[in-house]
């Protein structure tokens, strides 16, 4: 009879542990992300944020601007940036348009000289 209750207190405590744990965790020190670049981002999200340089752009036709956000993606340059993306984008189905955009942007910043494209 002695065994069982042993199997209890052992299942109680694990469950214990656990909740005590995941309320740490969650509600009294929880991780916080400050000041995250881009840099760290998936593959995926990299191209979102790609192209959402690209709409902007589209848009305001900054391309000094586009190119300095695109450098914080920390690929070797913002022109390889912009390629990945593409290829991440064809991976993932983005539209014709989308992909179009990207394109545009890709081709105006090999219009660049090699040094232009770090700084607004």
Known sequence: M???NRYLWFAV????GLALGLVYGWVVNPVKYVDTPPSN???DYKADYALMTAEIYAADKDLTLASYRLTRLGEETPLRAVQQAI???RELGYSEDDIALL?????????LPPT????P
Do not use: V, Y
Not at 13 to 16: L, M, R, V
Not at 103 to 111: M, S, T
Not at 116 to 119: N, V
């Open 2 to 4: 002695r065994r069982p």
């Open 13 to 16: 405590s694990i469950a214990a």
């Open 41 to 43: 981002l998936r593959a």
């Open 87 to 89: 290829l991440t984008g």
């Open 103 to 111: 394109a545009a942007l890709a081709e105006a910043l090999e219009a």
């Open 116 to 119: 232009a494209g770090g700084t």
